[in-house]
Antibody
């Protein structure tokens, strides 16, 4: 059984930083691209960032480029999202998602975690 | 980040057929596969349609997908109460170099 378990989010002041992690089990982690997708309260889904299975290639939404960094540790089956310069509009539930293939593009989000809540407020 | 356009809601009675549209552009739907995700209340999304019209394992054949030009649609036939959820289309966008999601459609079973 595939499982994706995100770390706990939290409350962060505007301009602050927070790191999320996602531990994946039940699959050969390196064979799958990974992504972060978020959902603001009462709103729709928004893709945030993606990374290939090897970690060599990363992709970002314009709204987070330069502020967020996606990375992975294949020896620990773990995906990360480092978030800097957080803004109120970054408040959302953040989902970790496993891609169908080793790519981070031209494929789909096959499995999802339950998400973790990040709140940006003073 | 631009989004794909979906109607806010769609409804039907049990047994009816409901169709959800998804409108994009040449850089996303026009040149890449479309995927559809179902999000039940309080749950994480789940893929219900892959590569325009391919049902992943476990998705009932009441679900079907299609794509034409820069638009796509998801149809649910034989509507059941458990189909009541939010549905999102998604596609890779070559111009943005990222994924775009639809605005979401809430399916209501009357």
């Amino acid at each position: 059984e595939v499982r994706l378990l995100e770390s706990e989010g939290g409350l962060v002041p505007p301009g602050g930083s927070l790191s999320l992690s996602c531990v994946v089990s039940g699959v050969t982690f390196i064979r799958h691209g990974m992504s972060w997708v978020r959902q603001a309260p009462g709103k729709g889904l928004q893709w945030v960032a993606g990374i290939t299975g090897s970690g060599d290639d990363t992709y970002y939404a314009d709204s987070v480029k330069g502020r967020f960094t996606i990375s992975r540790d294949n020896s620990r089956n773990t995906l990360f999202l480092h978030m800097n310069s957080l803004r109120a509009e970054d408040t959302a539930r953040y989902y970790c998602a496993k891609m169908r293939s080793v790519m981070a593009t031209a494929t789909f989000f096959e499995d999802w975690g339950q998400g973790t809540v990040v709140s940006v407020s003073s | 980040q631009s989004m794909l356009t979906q109607p806010p809601s769609a409804s039907g009675t049990p047994g009816q057929r409901v169709t959800i549209s998804c409108s994009g552009s040449s850089s996303n739907i026009g040149s890449n596969y479309v995927y559809w995700y179902q999000q039940l209340p309080g749950a994480a999304p789940k893929v219900v349609m892959s590569r325009n019209n391919q049902r992943p394992s476990g998705v009932p054949d009441r679900y079907s997908g299609s794509k034409s030009g820069t638009s796509a649609s998801l149809a649910i036939s034989g509507l059941r109460s458990e189909d009541e959820a939010d549905y999102y289309c998604a596609a890779w966008d070559d111009s943005l170099n990222g994924y775009v999601f639809g605005t979401g459609t809430t399916v209501i079973v009357l």
